[in-house]
């Protein structure tokens, strides 16, 4: 099982907020993400890292930002949070496998809504 | 833009059949092929990963892959109720995954 951990897990906030989402994983893994579902749809990548101080914007605009300075943890901040940005944000992490793609291990998510 | 594609469903199946879900991604390079089952509220789990060409087998899960045809599948034998979820196909992107929209499985008693 994978030891992946998402903070807060349910997060009610108002508009113009800053928020800090929080990500930690205990496997060492090199590589995170951070993904953006809406219910019923698909998965979109925000934000990912293939390892300390280094970061890079996903597929999906985001007007988020994050952070890798140790790398067990890959926190994800908004500084201004407006009601578009309430969704399901999943964290996920891999080992590097030398292959193209690796095994994405998901943590269990932070609903968020911005009222 | 390369993309991964799967009918949304949902599939339908009666419980003990063998469930067939689909995917077909559009970058002919990809290399690594992934199969999440996502139950509803939850987050995705790893099912299976295919590199090679044919079937691997895991159980009651077999996934398929015909690289010619850019096609992956899963085949779920003896479906069981617990089995109902969105299944989610992942191919590789440089390093990165890039995820179909995913297929509902529902499997009635």
């Given at each position: 099982e994978a030891d992946i951990y998402q903070t807060p897990r349910y997060l009610v906030i108002g508009t113009g907020k800053k928020i800090?989402?929080?990500?930690?994983?205990?496997?060492?893994?090199?590589?995170?993400?951070w993904y953006q579902q809406d219910p019923?749809?698909?998965?979109?990548l925000?934000?990912?890292?293939?390892?300390?101080?280094?970061?890079?914007?996903?597929?999906?605009?985001?007007?988020?930002?994050?952070?890798?300075?140790?790398?067990?943890?890959f926190p994800l901040t908004l500084e201004s949070a407006r009601p578009s940005h309430?969704?399901?944000?999943?964290?996920?992490?891999?080992?590097?496998?030398?292959?193209?793609?690796?095994e994405q291990f998901f943590g269990p998510g932070t609903r968020l809504t911005v009222l | 833009q390369k993309e991964v594609e799967q009918n949304s469903g949902p599939l339908s199946v009666p419980e003990g059949a063998i469930a067939s879900l689909n995917c077909t991604y559009s970058d002919r390079g990809s290399q690594s092929f992934f199969w999440y089952r996502q139950y509803s509220g939850k987050s995705p789990e790893l099912i299976m990963f295919i590199y090679s060409n044919g079937d691997k087998e895991d159980g009651r899960f077999?996934?398929?892959?015909?690289?010619?045809?850019?096609?992956?599948?899963?085949?779920?034998?003896?479906?069981q109720p617990s089995d109902s979820a969105t299944y989610l196909c992942a191919v590789d992107d440089t390093g990165k995954l890039i995820f179909g929209q995913g297929t509902t499985l529902q499997v009635k008693p």
């Open positions: 800090t989402l929080e990500c930690s994983q205990t496997m060492g893994h090199d590589k995170m993400y019923g749809m698909e998965l979109h925000i934000h990912y890292s293939y390892g300390v101080n280094s970061t890079e914007k996903g597929d999906l605009s985001s007007e988020s930002t994050v952070s890798r300075i140790r790398t067990e943890h309430t969704s399901q944000y999943l964290c996920a992490s891999s080992e590097a496998s030398g292959r193209t793609g690796d | 077999t996934a398929q892959l015909n690289k010619a045809s850019q096609y992956v599948s899963l085949l779920i034998r003896d479906s």
